[in-house]
């Protein structure tokens, strides 16, 4: 099959921030060199957003160009402090999830091997996307209980997990736990943040739909 690769926007316009900022502080010191009499506050000021401009411009050349590809192997995402492959074979679907009847901003996998995503995952990049993606889990959680006590009960989250071929401690474990809750509240065990529309994002994921039954199909026969 031909390669699906899916820009990141967020690393869009890094280096030009980046030379923004460095030229703007180069200028900074030549101006305060030859003509500041004194250190004032808007100076100081100025100084703080050139830095914080370069500081930008790196955090932005940091990110990954793409941040999905789809290959002959499977779904590849790619993250600054890692990535994951989802083979095809170890999942059904993929769609924008709804929280409350609103689109989200991200991509939904429905997991069918969860063996095929802990087995490889690296505890850094688990951790990065259990932190980022909290606000989601919370948010699902909740929805997922029907008086809004159950919570905190369905929070705790325990040190070991297990499927039916593989025993987890520590941090998979962690993360094994969330996919399952994220599945039990929204019907998505695996998520992908998305910087592009909701068209976008849906067009995308018939795409990717589309490749996963083709590779099966050819797989198959």
Not at 23 to 51: E, H
Not at 90 to 113: N, R, W
């Amino acid at each position: 099959m031909e390669p699906i690769l899916v820009s990141q926007t967020s690393h869009q316009g890094g280096a030009r921030l980046l030379l923004s900022g460095a030229g703007a502080l180069l200028g900074l010191v030549l101006f305060t060199v030859l003509f500041a009499g004194q250190f004032s506050l808007w100076l100081a000021i100025a100084y703080i957003a050139a830095a914080m401009a370069i500081f930008l411009g790196f955090a932005k050349l940091a990110e990954p160009r793409h941040f999905l590809k789809c290959d002959e192997q499977g779904v590849h995402y790619y993250h600054r402090y890692g990535s994951w492959l989802l083979p095809w074979n170890s999942f059904m679907y993929c769609a924008v999830p709804q929280l409350e009847q609103h689109d989200l901003s991200f991509i939904g996998f429905k997991v069918t091997d969860y063996d095929a995503v802990l087995q490889p995952l690296r505890l850094r990049l688990a951790v990065r996307l259990m932190t980022e993606q909290r606000p989601l889990f919370i948010s699902a959680v909740k929805q997922g209980c029907a008086t809004g006590q159950c919570a905190s009960e369905l929070l705790a989250e325990k040190d070991t997990f297990a499927t039916e071929n593989q025993q987890y401690s520590g941090i998979k474990a962690v993360f094994g736990q969330r996919m399952l809750r994220l599945a039990q509240a929204s019907g998505f065990d695996l998520f992908v943040p998305s910087s592009l529309t909701a068209e976008q994002t849906s067009a995308l994921c018939q795409q990717i739909n589309r490749a996963r039954l083709q590779i099966i199909q050819n797989t198959a026969t």
